[in-house]
């Protein structure tokens, strides 16, 4: 129990070697778009940034297991992985996605994400509760 409001869902965590995820944008990538990657998302990795994807693709595993099934059942494009202005990521659930955080009593899912050049790694947590506002400040 976080305060007396707010209590946790779920945590889900993902690790991805960068390598897999640039190999399958060389061989996929317009496929992708769209089907695993939105275009918000995409853009992030213009200039061959495929580390911020992979982080993008972690958070996704990462957000899907805090909501307690893992990805199936879920569209990749239904967890997008967004930027507030100061660079801080978030999670907007889409479909699917939000039918299940809604299920589950989620009101929000907050994430973290970091990379190297080789792997990326993301860490998930589902919220539940009346006091998220004080949360997101």
Same mark, same amino acid.
């Given at each position: 129990?976080?305060?007396?409001?707010?209590?946790? /869902?779920?945590?889900?965590?993902?690790?991805?070697?960068?390598?897999?995820?640039?190999? &399958?944008?060389?061989?996929?990538?317009?496929? &992708?778009?769209?089907?695993?990657?939105?275009?918000?998302?995409?853009?992030?990795?213009?200039?061959?940034?495929?580390?911020?994807?992979?982080?993008?693709?972690?958070?996704?595993?990462?957000?899907?297991?805090?909501?307690?099934?893992? /990805?199936?059942?879920i569209g990749w494009n239904e967890i997008e992985i &967004?930027?507030?202005?100061?660079?801080?990521?978030?999670?907007?659930?889409?479909?699917?996605?939000?039918?299940?955080?809604?299920?589950?009593?989620?009101?929000?899912?907050?994430?973290?994400?970091?990379?190297?050049?080789?792997?990326? /790694?993301?860490?998930?947590?589902?919220?539940?509760?009346?006091?998220?506002?004080?949360?997101?400040?």
């Amino acid at each position: 129990m976080i305060g007396s409001q707010l209590h946790i /869902i779920g945590i889900g965590v993902d690790i991805i070697e960068v390598g897999r995820i640039r190999e &399958l944008m060389e061989r996929k990538g317009a496929r &992708l778009r769209g089907r695993v990657f939105t275009d918000i998302e995409m853009d992030a990795a213009e200039g061959g940034h495929y580390e911020k994807l992979a982080g993008r693709f972690a958070a996704k595993e990462a957000v899907s297991k805090a909501l307690g099934q893992g /990805i199936s059942g879920i569209g990749w494009n239904e967890i997008e992985i &967004l930027n507030e202005p100061s660079g801080k990521p978030y999670v907007r659930l889409l479909g699917r996605a939000e039918e299940l955080a809604r299920a589950r009593g989620a009101k929000a899912v907050f994430i973290s994400m970091s990379h190297t050049d080789t792997l990326a /790694i993301a860490f998930a947590v589902a919220v539940g509760g009346e006091n998220l506002e004080s949360c997101n400040s």
